[in-house]
Structure formats: C-alpha cells, structure tokens
C-alpha cells in the first residue's frame, strides 16, 4: 500500500531532494533562452542560415508542447523517479549530441528532438515527484523554489550563452548540461518515488491524438510572426485566401476536441485514459492551469522584448544585456522562497493577485519610461517589479494544481501544467513579436510619409518593400543598409530618426497587449482557493 503524501512527515535530506528537482526544472527551462544571443554564431558553426537556428529553436518547443501530456502519464506508468531518470539519459544525450553536432540535421536531432523528448518526461514528473516527496503544508515553497528555477534559467540564459560563446565555444554550454545532466542523476537516488498502484497500458491513439493537436497549434502559432495570424504576409503563403497559422490553430483544436472525445469514450468502456476528461470540470485546477498560462504569457513576452530593446534599441552586447536582466532573478527568487515561509498560511487568492497587480506595475513601468533618451537603467525597476510578481505566483501555482486532485492523478496534472505553460510560452512570444512588429511597421511608414526630408522615391519603395512588416534593427544597420542602397545623407539621417521612434512605438504597442493580458489574468484569479493546501479551513 502507497504512502499517502498528504499525510507523509517532512523528511530527512528534503533539501537535496528540492536542489535535484530544482536543478532539473532549471536545466530544462534554460535552453529556450540561452542560445537566443548566440544564433549567429551557431548557424555558422553548424553551414547553415539564422532561420535554420531558429528554426531548431521551435522544433525544441514544439516537441515539448507535443508530448507532454504523454509524458505525464509515463511516469504515472513506469514510477515518476524511473520516468524522470529516463528522460534525463534521453536529454543528457542529445545535449552531447548537440555540443558535437557538424550539421544542422543533426544539431536538430540532439537539440530539437532528444531533448525536446526528454524534457517532456522530466517535467511532468518533476511536478509529481514534489507532490511525493513534501507534504501539503511544504509543498508551496518547494513549488516556488521549482518554478523560480525555471524562470532564473530564463533571465540569466542570454548571459550564460554570451559569455560562453564570446570567450569559449557555444558548444560548452551544452557540455556543461551534460555535466549538470549526470549530477541530477546521481543525486536522483534520494527522491521518493511512491509505489505504483497499477500497471494500466499507454493510451497510442490517445498519445496520437494529443500529439497531433497540440502539435499543429504550437505549430502555427509560432510561426504566426512569419506568416501573420490572419492576413497573410505579403512574402508569406496563403491558403484559401488566408494564412496558414489559421488552419493550423483550427486544425489542432479540431483535434484535441476529438481527442476529449476519445478519452470519454475510453473510460465509459473501463479503460485507462491518457487524461481523465472530469479534470477539466475541477474549478481549481483549471483555475490553476489558466493562471500558468497567463503567467508563462506575459512572461514570455516580457523576455522576448525587453533583451530586444536592450540590445538592439541600446546597443549592448550580449553578456551586458543578461546582466541587466539579473535584477529580476533576485526578487523572483526572494518572492518564491520568502512568501511560504514568512507566509505560510496567506490565502493563496490574494498571493497571486497581488503578483498579477506586480506583474502589470512592472510593465506600465517600462512603458512609460521608454522614450529616445532612455538609458539602460530603466528597466531596473519594471524587472524588480515583474520579478516580484512571478515569484509570487510560482510561490502558489504549483501547489494549487496539485492540491486540486488526489496524489496518484499528479502526473496527469503534471503534463497539463506543462503543456499550459509552453502553450503560454509559445502565445506570449508570438504575441509580443507580431504586434511588436506591427506597430514598429505603422509607425515607420506613417514617420517617413510625413518626413519632408526622405525623397518620394525612397517612400513609394519602402511601402512597397516594408508592406509586409519592418525588421527590428539596429541604427547602425539600418545605416549601413541606407549607404548601400545610395541613400543621401540627409535622408537617411531623417530615416534613421524615423526609425528611432517607430522601435519604441512598436515596444510600447507589445508591452500594452502584456498590460492587457495581465488584466485579464486578475478575473480568473478569484477560481484560486483562499486557503493554503493541508490548513484547517477558516
């Protein structure tokens, strides 16, 4: 008979057991952000272009999204600690396959699809194997020390990845995942892993179904910023009159509903499902789910524009642009540990509005700081603020999914966590780089139309060549450009001033629709319980 973890003492050497979980969460959040600074140094290094790269990039996360519902049930299958052991083999394999990889074909092989496979069992089991190992009273810190692991990876990614790859190798990066990789396995063996109640078999068509869906939703969405949401790009394809990411995200919503459909066909005949369909009908829990989606959002989108601004709109390299971010690691991590353990019975409702409210401090914050004499150190507070915020909520989310169902369904939970927050991820990031562009592009056009100093040649060419949306450069890139192409000096001074202004317009216009969601996020926030998993209710 299983110990039931509700009930379960803290135990001995609990704080090695959150250091291997944490570890994992960290390792398998940091490869989203580290490579982003280094993309054209590993496109060279491996005879291919930047898309190529980027394109390894939304492979990696679109495998994730893909297989981690699957994955949760895994490890419900074969133990949770066996599942989490496995997957990092699989990802500590294709991390040496990455760090050796001569091509692209099989820099995607390591990068794109083994760690992409393993992380889909690692995470979902890591959410279970915290369930397993602290008891309810324990598990909101643990939790909030988990999801900041995560999100640490994200915020110190670019400057990990600068730094390596200005003084050493891109490839070290991956070498030292390797290394990471065989110290969580070695210290994997102090994890509890409660015993296995049954011996059900994996669900194929439901793991087909699943798969599929999620897969051609991810699919589309990322590629949103290319092909454009509705109106296709003028460069882009077209499919019945209108872009692909449309039939894409249809497609796959056709396809989950049926995959719903299947799984309650599955149980009514007394089979195991993949995932049981009366989950969704648990007020927490979608409660729970939700929140992680919004969080994973704004988050996404908060790193994808603000290392752009830095960067590009500043002019700072890659390793001065991470070390600005560090401000948020420091008071997501405070929020995450200190807010269970200064707090340990504050209604978890008012922990997470009040990140939210944090969270939309931070961005009004940077939006309204923004402007072309802006330096660097704006973004000190908005980070500080955003950090708060996240840490707030990772300090109760985890907890409150889990806490929702009985512990022996924490795998399932697990993996739609996980798909949740990757389907945020993936939204957030599309979201904020195609609105990001589009105002960058009406400002743009609308500044030089209006400038007498550019030459009527030079506009009628650029809203006919810039229609489909105005790249995000530097100044001087976007000079060097004017100079190639025989542009005046005047007029290019003038476009360059133009262009100036049409960045920060594009960033405010992407940090407004981050407000909004953030917002948003606050009505679902009252299906958060207000009393603390395992306490007495008040």
């Known amino acids: ?54 394109t390894a990039i939304t492979l990696y996360t679109l495998v994730m999204a893909m297989f ?39 820099l995607v092989l390591g990068w794109s699809f083994l760690e992409g496979v393993g992380a889909a069992l690692i995470m979902p089991a ?19 020390l988990v999801m900041a692991a995560g999100a640490i990876a994200i915020a110190v990614g670019p400057l990990i990845g600068g730094f390596a790859t200005t003084y050493f190798s891109w490839r070290w990066v991956f070498v030292g995942e390797v290394l990471l990789v065989l110290a969580i396995l070695a210290f994997a063996r102090h994890v509890q892993d409660a015993p296995l109640q049954s011996r059900a078999r994996l669900d194929l068509v439901g793991t ?17 910023s290319e092909w454009g949401w509705v109106k296709a790009r003028p460069d882009g394809p077209k499919l019945l009159g209108v872009s692909p990411v449309v039939w894409l995200v249809l497609g796959g919503a056709l396809v989950v509903w049926l995959f719903l459909g299947w799984e309650r066909r599955r149980e009514a005949a007394g089979s195991e499902p993949l995932v049981r369909p009366e ?24 790193f994808f524009i603000i290392p752009l601004y830095l960067s590009i709109a500043l002019g700072l390299s890659a390793i001065k642009t991470g070390v600005r971010i560090l401000p948020l690691s420091l008071t997501l991590l405070l929020a995450a540990a200190g807010i269970p353990r200064l707090l340990p019975n504050v209604s978890p409702r008012l922990v997470v509005r009040l990140g939210l409210l944090s969270l939309l401090a931070g961005i009004v914050v940077l939006f309204a700081s923004i402007d072309p004499s802006a330096g660097a150190e704006i973004v000190t507070v908005p980070l500080l603020l955003a950090g708060l915020g996240i840490g707030a909520l990772a300090s109760q989310l985890g907890s409150v999914t889990v806490s929702a169902v009985p512990d022996d369904q924490s795998p399932e939970v697990g ?26 592009t009406a400002s743009f056009l609308q500044g030089i139309e209006q400038n ?19 790249p995000f450069i530097s100044d001087a890139d976007l000079t060097a450009a004017l100079e190639g192409a025989g542009v005046s000096q005047d007029a290019s001074t003038a476009i360059v001033d133009v262009n100036q202004q049409a960045r920060l317009d594009g960033l405010r216009a ?24 395992g306490s007495a209710p008040r």
């Open 126 to 144: 890591i959410v279970a194997l915290v369930a397993g190992n602290f008891p309810p009273r324990g598990r909101p810190r643990a939790y909030g």
């Open 208 to 224: 087909f179904l699943s798969a599929t869906g999620l897969g051609l939703a991810v699919f589309g969405i990322l590629r949103s």
């Open 415 to 440: 993996g739609l966590q996980n798909t949740g927050t990757n389907l945020g991820a993936s939204i957030g990031t599309a979201l904020a780089g195609s609105i990001l562009i589009a105002g960058l």
């Open 279 to 302: 989950l969704f009908a648990n007020h927490q829990l979608t409660g729970g789910l939700l929140l992680f989606f919004f969080q994973f959002l704004v988050q996404a989108g908060l």
């Open 68 to 106: 981690m519902v699957t994955g949760g049930k895994v490890g419900g299958i074969i133990g949770r600690r066996r599942a989490f052991a496995i997957g990092c083999l699989i990802y500590g394999a294709g991390s040496l396959t990455t760090a050796l990889a001569p091509t692209l074909a099989i």
């Open 510 to 533: 992407a940090l407004v629709a981050l407000a909004a969601v953030a917002l948003l996020a606050l009505f679902f926030a009252r299906r958060i319980p207000t009393v603390q998993p």
């Open 452 to 470: 007498p100093a550019v030459p009527a040649s030079v506009k009628s060419q650029a809203n006919v060549k810039l229609a489909g949306g105005v």
């Open 1 to 54: 008979m299983s110990v039931d973890a509700t009930q379960a003492p803290v135990r001995q050497g609990t704080g090695l057991v959150l250091l291997t979980l944490s570890s994992g969460q960290f390792l398998m959040t940091l490869d989203s952000s580290v490579m982003n600074v280094s993309i054209a140094t590993v496109a060279k290094d491996v005879g291919t272009t930047v898309t190529g790269i980027q």
